[in-house]
């Protein structure tokens, strides 16, 4: 039999999926992320799921990890002191960065420092024009001195090499690889034309030094990884997820560990993009809430939105500016830190404030009794009554019901003039009110109209807060799968293996002859598929898409144009009109009389998407022969507080059922909430097809 098993690293939780190819069901596991060492839960996790699917983990044949190592790792500066090599005079614009301002009224802007610190960018004597040619030799003179220095005093275990022009013509940034590679091979050296052959240089060198920066972290951290599963027997394949959302070998992600930026939360879009198929629902809101942050993506026509930057550590969570720019194909998800771990206080102006700061894993929340004692959104739900302290993760972990009380009352209700049951309520609006401010701004900036969508809720914490935040965006839809807690790790299943590359290159489209046209989208797709040869795959194998960025002459900004087809005669004739086409939805006008020119080609090479089409089941504990498991208090508002509210078995519900609202719906490892006149009716894939009763009506 063929197994796979996926794995999720979250900040507070890892989540397990193994799947069964030939019965097509899931077996699944939930268990507290170990923030000193994320692999020691890895390890212990696959054990016991493999333990609980009656199988070896010798018979696994593929492991898939999603993780937030890399994210991590640059927020909290916890990588590996780095060098950086400059073209002369070019040592500073890392500081210079773009010149704006995010906010043009704060006299005391905040900007992150650069990763690399300037006494260790050393610089260089070449030259590199805008079209590539050399206008100035390449000069090592004193290089290896003051590179040996480095190692010496700073401990610099990786080096940056960031040339002018270098996307343009990367022969000498070849030349200092190489070179560095025969005077230091114990160094990690990351080429910008390598990382990411983009022609603007700040972007593209930042981009290079946190590829060099967390080089050694995801080496050392993917070392004993793969130690741990070959200690356990396991002789499979052990694949990475990108924030593309394909999966890279250890290998590529050891090359291009930036682009593992945002590995985990991409697995969890690309399960609701599936779910956009199945259940015929073009336009998509995935939304996944965990024990740290919740993430929003839209997903268009089935497909998830994609880009080609973002941010990372930012001074400020909504202002665009104030991070360090990142240039990797990403999906385009929107992250704000708010999830079942977030602390809860009263700010400086004594309002109440939830987030971003979480409690984690250790100690998280009071009521886990592990030595947390401030207020979380754990401890609120559990006050509220959507989650139950006997049933948490299936019953294998219970919850203390009065801790979480007691911390709630010390930690704001008292500080604000409360009692308990309105702070609880107070933390668990605040947070959905976040949520839906974040959505709303990202909506707005992409054009999406949330009425004309459906959401898909998952993780441990998206079930219990989908359907109020649904309301405040007019969503009138919600699905929430089966499995829900677990989704993300459902996701890392479904990922081909697949690599991008994208290329800066000028060309005005009246010159672009069609030889030349398949010279440069042959040559891209040749880069591509040869490091997924390195995957093991062949090109009989591999699907290529095309995508290109164009602009008017003379314009500052692009619009991405997806390919109809790759033969150059005929793409070459549809491009202007798909231009305007794409032009016009984001400007609503366009120009017929201005000259186009291509600035970016961008492919994507990925190999077949595993288990696409078929259905798949959850294999749990024998079912209960009734769905109605009880009744318990929760908290409703829209009913006047506290109700008696039903409490169903999410695994006894069967095909056609229908639960109306106020009710939760408990599975392992997540607990569903249907708010007062909320009416879900069970589908033939076994999820919840949520009507949601304001936007109903």
């Given at each position: 039999?063929?197994?796979?098993?996926?794995?999720?690293?979250?900040?507070?939780?890892?989540d397990f999926a193994l799947f069964?190819?030939?019965?097509?069901?899931?077996?699944?596991?939930?268990?507290?992320?170990?923030?000193?060492?994320?692999?020691?839960?890895?390890?212990?996790?696959?054990?016991?799921?493999?333990?609980?699917?009656?199988?070896?983990?010798?018979?696994?044949?593929?492991?898939?990890?999603?993780?937030?190592?890399?994210?991590?790792?640059?927020?909290?500066?916890?990588?590996?002191?780095?060098?950086?090599?400059?073209?002369?005079?070019?040592?500073?614009?890392?500081?210079?960065?773009?010149?704006?301002?995010?906010?043009?009224?704060?006299?005391?802007?905040?900007?992150?420092?650069?990763?690399?610190?300037?006494?260790?960018?050393?610089?260089?004597?070449?030259?590199?024009?805008?079209?590539?040619?050399?206008?100035?030799?390449?000069?090592?003179?004193?290089?290896?001195?003051?590179?040996?220095?480095?190692?010496?005093?700073?401990?610099?275990?990786?080096?940056?090499?960031?040339?002018?022009?270098?996307?343009?013509?990367?022969?000498?940034?070849?030349?200092?690889?190489?070179?560095?590679?025969?005077?230091?091979?114990?160094?990690?050296?990351?080429?910008?034309?390598?990382?990411?052959?983009?022609?603007?240089?700040?972007?593209?060198?930042?981009?290079?030094?946190?590829?060099?920066?967390?080089?050694?972290?995801?080496?050392?951290?993917?070392?004993?990884?793969?130690?741990?599963?070959?200690?356990?027997?396991?002789?499979?394949?052990?694949?990475?997820?990108?924030?593309?959302?394909?999966?890279?070998?250890?290998?590529?992600?050891?090359?291009?560990?930036?682009?593992?930026?945002?590995?985990?939360?991409?697995?969890?879009?690309?399960?609701?993009?599936?779910?956009?198929?199945?259940?015929?629902?073009?336009?998509?809101?995935?939304?996944?809430?965990?024990?740290?942050?919740?993430?929003?993506?839209?997903?268009?026509?089935?497909?998830?939105?994609?880009?080609?930057?973002?941010?990372?550590?930012?001074?400020?969570?909504?202002?665009?500016?104030?991070?360090?720019?990142?240039?990797?194909?990403?999906?385009?998800?929107?992250?704000?830190?708010?999830?079942?771990?977030?602390?809860?206080?009263?700010?400086?102006?004594?309002?109440?404030?939830?987030?971003?700061?979480?409690?984690?894993?250790?100690?998280?929340?009071?009521?886990?009794?592990?030595?947390?004692?401030?207020?979380?959104?754990?401890?609120?739900?559990?006050?509220?009554?959507?989650?139950?302290?006997?049933?948490?993760?299936?019953?294998?972990?219970?919850?203390?019901?009065?801790?979480?009380?007691?911390?709630?009352?010390?930690?704001?209700?008292?500080?604000?003039?409360?009692?308990?049951?309105?702070?609880?309520?107070?933390?668990?609006?605040?947070?959905?009110?976040?949520?839906?401010?974040?959505?709303?701004?990202?909506?707005?900036?992409?054009?999406?109209?949330?009425?004309?969508?459906?959401?898909?809720?998952?993780?441990?914490?998206?079930?219990?807060?989908?359907?109020?935040?649904?309301?405040?965006?007019?969503?009138?839809?919600?699905?929430?799968?089966?499995?829900?807690?677990?989704?993300?790790?459902?996701?890392?299943?479904?990922?081909?293996?697949?690599?991008?590359?994208?290329?800066?290159?000028?060309?005005?489209?009246?010159?672009l002859t069609p030889d030349r046209?398949?010279?440069?989208?042959?040559?891209?797709?040749?880069?591509?598929?040869?490091?997924?040869?390195?995957?093991?795959?062949?090109?009989?194998?591999?699907?290529?898409?095309?995508?290109?960025?164009?602009?008017?002459?003379?314009?500052?900004?692009?619009?991405?144009?997806?390919?109809?087809?790759?033969?150059?005669?005929?793409?070459?004739?549809?491009?202007?009109?798909?231009?305007?086409?794409?032009?016009?939805?984001?400007?609503?006008?366009?120009?017929?009389?201005?000259?186009?020119?291509?600035?970016?080609?961008?492919?994507?090479?990925?190999?077949?998407?595993?288990?696409?089409?078929?259905?798949?089941?959850?294999?749990?504990?024998?079912?209960?022969?009734?769905?109605?498991?009880?009744?318990?208090?929760?908290?409703?508002?829209?009913?006047?507080?506290?109700?008696?509210?039903?409490?169903?078995?999410?695994?006894?519900?069967?095909?056609?059922?229908?639960?109306?609202?106020?009710?939760?719906?408990?599975?392992?490892?997540?607990?569903?909430?249907?708010?007062?006149?909320?009416?879900?009716?069970?589908?033939?894939?076994?999820n919840l097809v949520i009507d949601?009763?304001?936007?109903?009506?």
């Open positions: 039999m063929f197994h796979r098993i996926g794995v999720d690293i979250g900040g507070t939780f890892t069964d190819d030939h019965t097509r069901e899931i077996v699944t596991h939930k268990a507290l992320t170990t923030p000193a060492d994320p692999a020691q839960a890895v390890i212990a996790g696959i054990e016991v799921l493999t333990q609980r699917a009656g199988i070896r983990p010798a018979d696994v044949a593929m492991v898939v990890h999603g993780t937030t190592l890399v994210t991590n790792a640059i927020i909290e500066r916890k990588g590996a002191p780095t060098a950086m090599i400059v073209t002369r005079g070019f040592r500073d614009v890392l500081d210079i960065a773009m010149e704006s301002r995010y906010d043009l009224f704060d006299l005391r802007l905040r900007f992150p420092s650069p990763v690399v610190a300037r006494e260790l960018r050393f610089e260089v004597d070449e030259r590199v024009k805008w079209d590539g040619s050399v206008s100035e030799r390449l000069e090592l003179d004193g290089l290896r001195d003051r590179m040996a220095m480095a190692i010496e005093q700073h401990g610099v275990r990786s080096v940056a090499v960031c040339l002018l022009h270098s996307y343009a013509n990367p022969e000498h940034e070849q030349r200092l690889a190489r070179w560095l590679a025969e005077q230091f091979p114990r160094l990690n050296v990351s080429s910008s034309a390598d990382v990411f052959p983009f022609m603007r240089e700040y972007a593209r060198w930042t981009t290079a030094c946190l590829n060099a920066y967390v080089q050694p972290a995801v080496d050392d951290y993917l070392r004993r990884l793969e130690d741990g599963l070959a200690g356990l027997g396991f002789r499979g394949n052990f694949l990475i997820m990108s924030s593309s959302g394909s999966t890279l070998t250890p290998d590529i992600a050891r090359r291009y560990p930036v682009r593992m930026l945002e590995s985990g939360p991409a697995a969890g879009v690309l399960m609701s993009a599936r779910h956009s198929v199945d259940l015929a629902l073009p336009h998509i809101l995935s939304f996944d809430m965990g024990g740290t942050t919740a993430k929003g993506c839209t997903i268009r026509d089935h497909a998830p939105l994609k880009r080609y930057d973002f941010e990372v550590a930012r001074v400020h969570e909504f202002k665009r500016g104030s991070g360090l720019p990142v240039k990797i194909p990403v999906l385009d998800m929107i992250e704000i830190g708010s999830g079942g771990g977030s602390l809860a206080q009263p700010d400086d102006r004594g309002m109440l404030a939830v987030g971003p700061r979480s409690a984690g894993a250790d100690p998280g929340p009071a009521c886990y009794g592990r030595g947390g004692g401030r207020p979380t959104l754990t401890d609120a739900n559990l006050v509220l009554g959507y989650l139950d302290s006997s049933s948490f993760l299936g019953g294998t972990m219970s919850l203390d019901r009065a801790a979480a009380a007691a911390a709630i009352e010390q930690g704001v209700a008292r500080p604000l003039g409360l009692d308990v049951d309105k702070a609880a309520w107070g933390i668990h609006e605040v947070i959905n009110e976040d949520v839906a401010k974040a959505f709303r701004v990202h909506a707005s900036e992409r054009g999406v109209d949330y009425r004309r969508c459906s959401m898909v809720v998952f993780g441990g914490s998206g079930p219990i807060h989908g359907t109020r935040i649904a309301r405040k965006l007019r969503i009138p839809r919600v699905v929430c799968p089966s499995g829900a807690g677990v989704m993300s790790a459902f996701g890392l299943l479904t990922s081909p293996i697949g690599f991008e590359r994208v290329q800066s290159l000028r060309v005005a489209l009246e010159l046209f398949t010279t440069i989208v042959d040559a891209l797709i040749a880069q591509a598929r040869a490091t997924l040869r390195e995957a093991g795959l062949q090109d009989d194998e591999c699907e290529a898409a095309v995508k290109v960025d164009m602009r008017y002459v003379g314009q500052g900004y692009e619009v991405e144009v997806p390919l109809r087809a790759l033969a150059a005669a005929e793409a070459l004739a549809a491009l202007p009109g798909d231009f305007e086409r794409e032009y016009r939805a984001i400007f609503g006008l366009a120009f017929d009389d201005r000259p186009l020119e291509i600035v970016a080609w961008k492919v994507d090479v990925h190999g077949p998407t595993p288990g696409a089409g078929k259905p798949y089941r959850l294999k749990h504990a024998q079912r209960s022969p009734e769905s109605l498991r009880g009744h318990r208090q929760a908290y409703f508002p829209d009913a006047g507080g506290y109700v008696r509210c039903a409490v169903y078995d999410r695994y006894a519900l069967k095909p056609g059922d229908v639960v109306e609202g106020p009710a939760l719906v408990e599975e392992a490892e997540s607990t569903c909430v249907l708010g007062v006149g909320d009416r879900a009716s069970v589908d033939e894939r076994l949601v009763a304001e936007v109903r009506a």
